[in-house]
């Protein structure tokens, strides 16, 4: 799967994650990103609801590439539920994510609310 998602062809990755009885949370996380990075942002959304409707818990690296993917589609609507979710979830405590919400916010136009995660974040990483 990794290898077609590396060719750039998330077609024939997405039918190997297909056939995969019971994907873990690290293969949702190769084909979301996968995704996201081929400029694909709609089916790494349907991956994340796919992942939460089969209560699979996701991780920061699906967080990223959950709001990377609003941030593409300019969905600020569904960026501020995702948003939400960090919150309820806990991965606001994570400085790539809320690095990821402030980028988001900015692509969406809100840069009130990208001051506000900037302001909020409990720490700031300042190595490069």
Request: glycine share 6%; hydrophobic share 40%.
């Amino acid at each position: 799967m990794n290898m077609y998602i590396e060719c750039n062809n998330n077609g024939y990755a997405h039918r190997v994650f297909d056939r995969i009885v019971d994907p873990c949370v690290v293969m949702y996380n190769a084909i979301i990103m996968g995704y996201m990075r081929s400029s694909e942002p709609n089916e790494s959304l349907l991956l994340f609801r796919e992942l939460q409707v089969k209560k699979i818990k996701p991780t920061d690296v699906t967080i990223l590439g959950v709001v990377s993917s609003c941030a593409l589609l300019g969905t600020l609507g569904f960026g501020k539920w995702v948003h939400e979710y960090v919150k309820k979830n806990g991965f606001d405590q994570c400085v790539k994510v809320n690095t990821a919400l402030i980028d988001m916010y900015a692509k969406c136009g809100s840069l009130t609310d990208a001051i506000s995660v900037f302001e909020s974040m409990p720490y700031m990483d300042t190595q490069a």
